[in-house]
């Protein structure tokens, strides 16, 4: 206590003034930082974390599909082309089935009247050549059938439930199912007929940069094929029947071993609904026409619009197969 007494009749003093109508015009609420018992001092707000950039999630969901193809692609080889066997089935069988054709189909051609009307015929190296990119692609699309026929059977063995019960996605799974097959099946066939046409001096090519024009409209439809068919197949119990049905009627409308213009109006129709004859069409133009991407852009274009619809097949496939079995517990389509 100060030792000076204060005056009773002396003016107050201007704290003691303005602390009264501080408190007046700016009241301290009950909690309120700096009051007695109230919180500590505030902290600065929290900057929300930036979002997620798009590339980091686009990298991880490749890293993920990436992943599964991997998978695919190993559990395809222990299983089914991991046999010194398979090599019959990937380059002797093909060939042989090249051979068969070309000696059946040139002698009748070459002489007859056929040949005014399809000229390539009667050249026996163009005529190899038009019967050796048809046996490139039928091994690229066919190989999808097998491997689709092959899939359905997981339905018996119970590893399809564990694979739906993962958390990979259902169309990367078909896509990896199918690639796996396409490349184990289709790259020896590719590389012995690539070698085979660069020694002979063959192909007719308007440049470089057609080879992966190519490579692309044989890989990308085939892959959009394989898709659709696992799809389909999944939820297939007679899944023999597309086997059949995909099997020789499917390169004769192809156009695999003769002109698509040789074959009857609906066939025509048939047939360019398939990939295949689209594929066709590129390699060929390319390979043996020295067509340029100018004159092959409408084939190009129509080989795009039709893997857009497959793969959105594949996709109606998928989810409605999996409400139906969510639904009624079966694995069927319909």
Known sequence: MSGHSRDPGALPS????????????LPLRPGEPGRPGGPGPVRPPRRPRPLRPAARRA????????????????KQHRTMFGQPLVV???????????????????????????AA??????????????????????????????????????????TLELLFLSPAGRVVLMLANGAGALLQNAWLLTCFLGAAAFGFGSLQV?????????????????????????????????????????????????????????????????????????????????LLERQGLGELAPALARLAVLCVLLLAGAVLALRLGEARAQRTGGLRLV
């Open 117 to 158: 009307r399809w000229p390539l015929a009667a050249d026996p190296a163009k005529l190899l050549g038009f019967l050796a990119t048809g046996a490139l692609a039928w091994a690229f699309f066919f190989s999808l059938v097998q491997s689709a026929w092959n899939f359905s059977y997981e339905r018996t063995t119970g």
């Open 59 to 74: 990298r991880t969901e490749l890293r993920h599909a990436g992943k599964v193809f991997a998978a695919e692609a190993l």
């Open 206 to 286: 308007a440049g470089p940069w057609m080879y992966p024009v190519v490579l692309l409209a044989l890989l990308l439809p085939a892959m959009a094929w394989g898709a659709l068919l696992n799809s389909l197949m999944v939820f297939s119990r007679d899944s023999t029947f597309v086997y059949t049905v995909l099997d020789d009627p499917m390169w004769f409308v192809g156009g695999v071993r003769l002109p698509v213009f040789a074959l009857p109006g609906v066939l025509r129709v048939l047939g360019a609904a398939l990939p295949l004859t689209g594929s066709l069409a590129v390699v060929r133009g390319a």
């Open 14 to 25: 201007t704290e003691a003034l303005l602390l009264p109508l501080a408190d007046r015009l």
């Open 88 to 114: 019959a089935s990937m380059l002797i069988w093909p060939l042989l089935q090249l051979a068969a054709t070309y000696y059946t189909l040139h002698p009748i051609a070459a002489g007859s009247a056929a």
